[in-house]
Structure formats: C-alpha cells, structure tokens
C-alpha cells in the first residue's frame, strides 16, 4: 500500500498538526497556521492573532455546540440560540450580523450576499479536523465580511490505512447523538468519510432538533508533487424555535416557549475540488466548488413587530485560484490570486397573523392566528463577486519578515422583482398584535454594486528563539446582504414603506481600520500570547428598532471605536496536570451614532458587549489511564448593557463545566460531561432595546454519557 508524498504546503492547509498528548503545553500555544495564506506557515512569521483547536482537542471535548470549543479562545464568546443555532461576538459586540467569514478548508461556507450568522451548524465541527480563529479582519486572500474574524474549519485528513470509529451517546432532556466514521488508503487514494446524527427534545418547551450531517473527502496523489483534494458536505437541519423571556419568566418559567410555532429547516451541500501542484519554488492552485443554501424559517426574534415566514435559496457556482513563488533573496515571497462567486438566489415570504397573550411574569406569548398567510415579498437575486488580489512576503534580516497585501473586490446584485408582476409600489402585511397593519415597500427590478480597495501590512521579529512579536495593520469592508437591501423593513404607512425600501438601495458598505500588536513566547514549561487591537468601524449597518413603534431599520448610522487586549496561556503545573486559560477585556464604544433626528448614542458603550471573556481550564491526565482525562473548566462572562442608551445591565454570569473521558480495552472508550454543574441560572443573552428587557434563558445542568470504539 503506497501514498506518494504530499505537497508541504497542501499538507498544511488539509489539517491542523495534531497535539502531543505526551507535550500538553505545546498543545495550548501551537506553532502552525494555514488560515493567513491558505497553506502551511509559522505562526511566528504570521502578524496576526490566530486561535487554534487542534483536533485532539475537538477528539476530547466532544462539542454538543460550537460555543463549547470556541469559548475556549481568548476573546471570543459564543452564544447557543437553541439547537445549534448561535451568534458570535469577536472583537465585536455579540451580533448576529455579518461580520464574520466562515469557511471549510478556506472556501466559504456561504456565499457573501446570502450570509448567514448560523453558519456553523451547517459544518459537521465535532467530526472536522480543527478549527482556526484569525482575529479581526482577514488577510489580503479574503475579502468583505472578513471584519470581526475568520473561523476555518478543517476536515480531517485520510488515514493511512482501514480504520472505522463509531460512538453513541446520551443525554438530559432526550440528547441523543451517533457519530460514525472510517477511511483507508489505496495506492494514490486515500478517503475519509464521517457522519453526524443529532436529536433533542430541547430543555424548553417545543425546543426539539434533529440534525443530520456528512462529510467525505477523497486525496489522490498525482506523482511526487501535486495532489487532487475533493471534499463533499451536506447538513439538513430542522429545529424548533425558542421566544426571548421577561425577567420575570427567566426567574419563575424559564423552560417556557412563548412562540412555540417558530421553525427552522435547513439544507446545505457542498462540493469542491482543490488541484495543488507544488515544485521546489512554486505552488499552483485552483478550486473550483459548488454550493447549494436553502432555509424555511418562521423567525421568533421578529414575532413581535414584524411576524413573518419565508423561504431562502441560493446556488453558489465559484473559484479560488492561487499562484506562490518563492525567491532565494531574502526569502521573498509573491502571491497573487483571484476569487470568483456567481450565486443566484431567491426569496419568498409570507406576512402572517398572530395572536398576543400576557401573563403574570410579564411575558408576552403569541399563539399563530389561522388568518392565511399573505404573501409580501417575490424576488430573484443573483450575487456577483470578483476579487484579485496580492500578497508579498519578505525577510529583511533573520528576525524580521515583512508582509503586505492588496486585495480589489468588486460585488454586484443582480435583483429582478416578481412580486405583482413586478410592479413597485407597497403592500399591505397580515393583521398582528401591533396598532394597523403593517406595509412592504417593492423597488423595480435592478443592479446594485459596490467595490473596495483593502491594503494590509505586517511585520514579525523574533527577539529569541523563544519570544516573536508582530504588529499589522488590515483594512477591510462588509457590503450589505441581500436581505438588507432589498428586504424593506414593516412601516406604519404606504408612503413610509416605499420610502425606506428606495432608500435601502443606497447604503453603503461598512469601512474597517485595524492596528494589532502582539506577543508569543515560552519560559520553561509556560506557553503564552498576548494582544492588544485598536479597530474602527465607518458606515456601519445597523438595525435600528424605534422605541415607540418598535419597528427596526437598516441604517448606516456612524463611526465605532474597538479596542482590546486578548491573553492565553498554557502551563504544566505538575505531573499529569494542565491548566490552560483564556482573558480578555475590551470596550467598544459609539464615537458618531445617530440613527434619527432624535436618538444620538456617541460616546455611549455599545449593547451586547462585555467588557471582560475568561475562560480557565484544569486538566488531569495521569498514565495509568492511558490518554484518558478529567477536565474542569470555568468561563466567566462580565457584565454589559441592554440598550445603546446604557439605561440597563445584565450582570454576567459564571459557569462551571466538567469532561472526563477513560480508555479501556482494545479501541474502547467511555466518556462524559456536565454542562453548567452546579445549574446556574443565567442568559445567553440579554436585549433591552424594547420596553422591557428580554433574555434568552441559558441550559441548566446537563448530563451526556457516551461509548466510543475504534477499530
């Protein structure tokens, strides 16, 4: 049986380096990345903040959601919007927004115009073979929505020889999940699939889930120095909703549902085929993929001001290609690439009517009407996206390395209204438990386009063997989603509705201006990585609720101020003994924030935005159990406004987990957790832009115990 070596630097970008059980420290602070240029690289020589979960690590914790791994992370919080449903704060406040690039083996998981902030319940994580978080905006190789971070997502590479692993597992409130998965080699070939079956009836009421996912991966070796890489996804999602609770619910009902007929259904595939031929100074390579979105959705965050259903597709017909070369002066390095996507989508949604009950803890439940649904929106959009860029590195001395990039892109919608034979105009929504009925504004059939040049420049220097530092400067931009600029929002009048949906077509892309520094060294046994960023935000899109009406619009409301400090650190602290932890602390701030002729919140702290994220883990892990552990770990949420007024706070909240997991036998294995150990009452989060404050009620204690075998 026999495999031909594959190219180093493909190697790189096809798994993240596996952690040394026998090194736990090494573990903590890896030394490899292959998010900042798509391929293999030092982190040393990488002037950005890169967090990394290594697929030992993924092997062990065993994630029933990805906030379970991604907490881990210094600066980054990870909020469970049921099922596996989440919103994501890094380096911003927690946001649903899309600020974030989301990708599978570097190509994204969605097209830029069809963005979806639940982007990873549509990757199988618990199977992958790491993860990777790159702070802040991306490189010169990604474009817009690349503000807040990149998370990469890594499938796993093919085993050299048969293998096969299947577990089961159980859990409170019905968890039940299978994880089944094998592959071999043959010659040139060598395969990997795995598949992921997931159900819960949910902790809350009508809170049910049922997932299942896959992945295969085919390598095939093409002689000494190119391989062919083809990866196939696919996840189908339905799950139920769950309502935000008064205050009152959280303390005495938090396993209420107060819009218990919400849904989502979901269905993504994916195919790629990556060709990489790399010779001693050069690398060449070409991706061509295929992705297929679609989403039934009867939202819950919008029952109350504008209730609706609807129905999300979209195809993505796209090419990443790539050119290295490598030159002997100074250790230079020139890149240059380009990034297509042709995505052809559509929406069609229904205004429905709903009934609204209060109770005696200030909740307020809605029951759906049986009023048919009348319908509101019926458009075509196709996005266009085309982005060259380059990117060059150069070693000015053994310490110093230099980078800079440049990257163009330039984006279009292509938007043809079906909606009434295209006639423009506004119509009239279903009757709901708000004064009149709401109207929808329709704009004619049109191009939408924006563009924007991205500089970025960085510089490493290593002080020692053991201690580098970096400092970077990174431009980026988000152009508006499809929803956003073409979904006008409810509005009380005819006239109203039209207005902002004309005025939708002319917002503007969101500007970002980042400076970082950094740190990252080892003292002994101590592995640790500091940073601290300084980032500002212009034009940026915000939906902005009317604090009479309650209802929301998408505005470009001003300028906003990021600024933080991140710390990680790993260290033995004894025989068999690890600790690992995780700080940071930021404050993000509105500078120039008016959203209407009345409310002006500059120099006030932005919603939703804690200013302290820690998370600590102890581990023991003695010899005799044979790679198996126990693990103990406390993350710590600090406090944060509920409204960009800063009239109100939700108090943060601490919370306890415990994993352990024990070998025995041949290739057998038992494990278990406990979430939230000593059943703390908290949120995932907290909102106080309406007229009271709303939380989203956090999962109590919850008990998995599971059997793992491998052959």
Known sequence: M??????????????????????????ALPEMTVTGTREGELLSETPATVGIVREQTLRETRPTHPKEILNQVPGVWVSNLSGEGHSTAIRQPLTTGAVYLYLEDGIPTRSTGFFNHNALYEINVPQSGGMEVMKGPGSALYGSDAIGGTIN?????PPKQAEFELSGEAG???????????GNAHGDDAWRASLNLTRTDGWQDNAGYDRQTGTARWDRALGDD??????LSFSKVDQQHVGKLSAGELAATPRANNVPFS???VDAFRLSTAYEKETANSLLSITPYFRDNSMEILPNWSVGYDPSQYVTKNKSFGFLGKYRHDFEPLRARLIVGLDVDYSPGSRDEDSVRLDKFTNAYGGVTYSRNAAAPVQIYDYDVTYRGIS????????????LRLNAGLRYDDMQYDYENKFNNGLTGATQGAAGPFPGNGWYGHVASTKVGYSHWGPKLGATYAFSDTLNGFAAYSNSFRTPSEGQVFRGSRESTAVKAQAAAESLLNLKPVIVDNLELGLRGKSGTLRYEASVYHMTKKDDLVSYVDPVTTQRTVVNAGKTLHRGIELGLGLPLAQDWQIDASLSYAKHTYETWTVSGTADYSGKEMETAPRVIANTRLSYAPGYMNGGRFQLEWFRLGSYWLDAANTGKYGGHNLVNLRANYPFGKGMEVFGSVSNLFDKRYAETADGTGAAPTYTAGLPRMAILGLQAKW
Do not use: F, M
Not at 14 to 22: E, F, K, N, R, Y
Not at 226 to 231: D, I, M, N, P, R
């Open 2 to 27: 026999k495999l031909n070596p594959i190219p180093l630097a493909l190697a790189g970008i096809l798994c993240a380096p596996a952690a040394s059980a026998a090194d736990p420290a090494e573990a």
């Open 153 to 157: 997502v890594l499938t796993r590479t």
């Open 172 to 182: 409170s409130y019905g968890w039940g999940r299978i994880l089944v998965g094998g």
């Open 226 to 231: 190119a391989l062919l890489k083809t990866v």
């Open 263 to 265: 849904y989502r259904q």
């Open 388 to 399: 060259p860029y380059v990117h060059g590195e150069a070693s000015l001395s053994d310490r």
